[in-house]
């Protein structure tokens, strides 16, 4: 047996944290196209588990003002009204071409603008977009006046994708000439198709240009879906990307990317998987794969977030993650996503401990690792897939020479697979 020392990956530096901000919310998008089996009760218990993380309210991805998504809102707001939770809209603008138009806009946001739980920015109507910039100015200009018409301020606070390089800022706040930018443009946490880690340029210079900021946080990017077939180096980002948040860009509001996108073969989602909602080909892709233990990480965060400073831990948990397939495996059915060699054949453990302890992760006979972690801080480590085949991930806690609590992953890791799957499955050693 190979015995190595778990490679270190970062540990939060607690005497360093930035300040607090003045406006420190933070939100999760929910994907309201993923809410048609929805009743008032699912939302409250979609709610509740989000508010018992620190999570304020949910960004409301709406793809379409005919069907049944209008219908679901009038549930997410009874549920929120009742919960003290906040909502905003962010309109999908490609999800179903052509389907918004400037007026269908303006009447959802309308329809809850005097809502106690809409969320304001700067006593205005925050309103956001997934991409929306080939619509021009006009349109949207059009939207800010037809609600200004009606007493309604808004805040634009839009996602145009095709912007989301730094060097653009300025090309875009000049394409925009007549909108109000004075609100926290945000930009999705996708990376560029490179085996690098994320920076945080884009953030900081359209924080520098407008002055208040909306950061991106997500666990994992991957997508099986229509023509988008594809995975980004996010083996760790789930931790450093919070960094990155408290302690380089300190925006106003973070939004989580996201509560609920497993319906569209995507791997960045933290909330619980409904029973009741159709999976269709995205079966393949989530079924099984629980990602509730990554909100452990995300309420830490949350909380640091908030305080500006590190929550004390008073329970010892380590969260854990992994892909159940090599990613050079051939499977039998569906096509190998592109970047497929970027994430790395490795379990990736993230200790909290209250106390010094070890944390050992064992793959099989061949694949062991050890680190002494230090209570009260987070520690990063990666143990790599072992070469024999069909093993399941252990995790164990060990003080003074004992093992005083261990878990096994949920899923074996095997060469064997029916289809392409870079979702990888999340679990917790806790107390």
């Keep these: ?13 607690f005497g360093q944290l930035a300040n607090v901000v003045s406006a420190a919310n933070v939100f999760a998008h929910f994907m309201v196209q993923n809410s048609y089996s929805y009743s008032q009760d699912d939302w409250a218990n979609d709610i509740a588990t989000a508010q018992s993380i620190g999570i304020d309210g949910f960004a409301l991805n709406v793809a379409s003002p005919s069907g049944y998504e209008p219908d679901r809102i009038e549930n ?6 009742a919960a003290g939770f906040k909502l905003f809209y962010s309109f999908d603008m490609v999800s179903v071409s052509g389907a918004w138009s400037s007026d269908t806009i303006a009447a959802q946001i309308e329809k809850h603008a005097t809502s106690s739980n809409t969320f304001l920015w700067n006593d205005t109507v925050l309103v956001s977009t997934y991409a929306g910039q080939d619509n021009g100015n006009d349109f949207w200009v059009a939207v800010k006046s037809t609600l200004s018409d009606q007493g309604i301020d808004i805040s634009f606070a839009p996602a145009l994708t095709s912007y989301r390089d730094p060097s653009l800022t300025e090309t875009m706040l000049s394409t925009f000439t007549r909108m109000t930018f004075q609100s926290p443009t945000f930009f999705f946490c996708r990376l560029d198709d490179v085996n690098e880690t994320l920076t945080v340029g884009t953030d900081l210079a359209y924080k520098s240009a407008i002055k208040e ?3 991106a946080v997500s666990p994992w ?46 791997a960045h989602y933290i909330g619980d998987i409904n029973p ?19 909100r452990i990480v995300a309420q830490y965060y949350i909380s640091y977030f908030k305080t500006g400073a590190a929550p004390a831990i008073t329970e010892d948990q380590v969260v854990f993650w992994y892909r159940i397939h090599p990613r050079d495996t051939t499977c039998s059915g569906g096509t190998q996503p592109r970047m497929y060699d970027f994430p790395a054949d490795a379990v990736f453990a993230l200790a909290m401990l209250a106390e010094d302890g070890t944390v050992a992760v064992d793959i099989g006979n ?3 690792t050890e680190c002494t972690a230090s209570g009260g801080q987070l520690i990063m480590g990666i143990t790599y897939f072992p070469s024999e085949d069909n093993q399941t991930p ?38």
């Excluded at 083996?235 to 609920?260: G, S």
């Excluded at 009741?276 to 990554?294: F, K, P, S």
């Design 394 to 431: 252990a995790v164990s806690l060990i003080r003074n020479g004992a093992t005083v609590n261990s878990t096994n992953g949920q899923q074996v890791i095997t060469t064997s697979c029916s289809y392409y799957n870079f979702n990888p499955v999340v679990g917790a050693l806790s107390a």
């Design 366 to 368: 061949t694949s062991h």
């Design 213 to 215: 900021s909306r950061t």
């Design 1 to 13: 047996m190979v015995v190595s020392r778990l490679p270190f990956f970062s540990v939060v530096a």
């Design 76 to 81: 997410a707001y009874a549920a929120a009204e």
């Design 221 to 266: 990017q991957f997508k099986d879906i229509s023509d988008q077939n594809w995975v980004e180096q996010s083996d760790t980002l789930w931790n450093y990307r919070w960094q990155q948040a408290i302690n380089d860009v300190q925006p106003d509001i973070v939004e989580i990317v996201t509560w609920n996108d497993y319906a569209e073969s995507s």
């Design 276 to 294: 009741n909602v159709a999976l269709y080909d995205a079966a393949a892709h989530i079924t099984g794969i629980d990602h509730a233990a990554w």
